[in-house]
Nanobody, 119 residues
Framework: QVRLAESGGGLVQAGGSLRLSCAASGGLFTINVMGWYCQAPGKQRQMVATVTRGGRTVYADSVKDRFTISRDNAKNTVYLQMNSLKPEDTAVYYC?????????????WGQGTLVTVSS
């Protein structure tokens, strides 16, 4: 069973930084796209950044100049470097991955890691 394990969330002051990590494990698979999505209280989950296996990235406008997504294909891990954090970045951040096994192409979510930015 493929699973995603997220880490790196926490409490920081505005202007600070965090680095989120998400590692995929649990089976034979090839990850296509990995990404990060955030969900604040009372709001829908939104895309923050995604990265393909080949390194192509997409960012939400609100984070484009502050966050950087990267991945290590050998480790099946995606990272989100979050700089210049703002209180409005406060949310649960979920890792997402689309992947190919020998028999199926699917996608899944991680359990989420909480990022809280204080002013």
């Amino acid at each position: 069973q493929v699973r995603l394990a997220e880490s790196g969330g926490g409490l920081v002051q505005a202007g600070g930084s965090l680095r989120l990590s998400c590692a995929a494990s649990g089976g034979l698979f090839t990850i296509n796209v990995m990404g990060w999505y955030c969900q604040a209280p009372g709001k829908q989950r939104q895309m923050v950044a995604t990265v393909t296996r080949g390194g192509r990235t997409v960012y939400a406008d609100s984070v484009k100049d502050r966050f950087t997504i990267s991945r290590d294909n050998a480790k099946n891990t995606v990272y989100l470097q979050m700089n210049s954090l703002k209180p409005e970045d406060t949310a649960v951040y979920y890792c997402h991955a689309s992947y190919l096994t020998e028999t199926n192409y699917s996608q899944l979510w991680g359990q989420g890691t909480l990022v809280t930015v204080s002013s």
